[in-house]
């Protein structure tokens, strides 16, 4: 018979600040940054890691909040949709974004930026802005205004 899971603690660096949190260790980071920290930016669209809704960087890295335990991204640094602004400005992105319509509802809006935001700051990681966001589903728009806001945002930058 195995031990049932218990808390633990763990580390993560948020928007540049460090929290020491204790939870169980299979808890899902996109659980542990709305309800612990309070950073309600990343959104649960599916929880499966189906929409991209919940995206955020650790590490350096794109990845889905809702799939990731809290025992994988202990010692990580992630980044967030909050993370994103300096002294609370919105960033080119963003801005672009709101510019171009590239949200409607909202609720893939993080995971659209988050994802764009991957992009341009590694342009290798994708050929096109479509394979770049194909991990993002958004039930509005259709995408062009996503599309148009990502080529706003570039000519922008």
Do not use: W
């Amino acid at each position: 018979m195995s031990e049932a899971l218990t808390e633990q603690e763990i580390t993560l660096t948020v928007n540049g600040e460090e929290h020491s949190l204790t939870v169980h260790p299979m808890k899902r980071l996109l659980d542990i940054l709305r309800e612990d920290l309070g950073l309600t930016g990343s959104k649960e669209g599916c929880g499966e890691g189906e929409c991209g809704a919940c995206a955020v960087h650790m590490d350096d890295k794109l990845v889905l909040g809702c799939t990731i335990p809290a025992c994988q991204a202990d010692g990580s640094e992630i980044t967030t949709i909050e993370g994103l602004g300096d002294d609370g400005r919105i960033t080119a992105i963003q801005e672009a974004f709101q510019k171009k319509g590239g949200s409607q509802c909202g609720i893939c809006t993080p995971g659209m930026i988050m994802a764009t935001t991957y992009y341009l700051d590694h342009p290798d990681s994708a050929d096109s802005i479509r394979e770049a966001l194909s991990g993002n589903q958004c039930r509005c728009t259709g995408y062009k205004k996503i599309i148009d806001s990502v080529k706003e945002a570039l000519q922008n930058l």
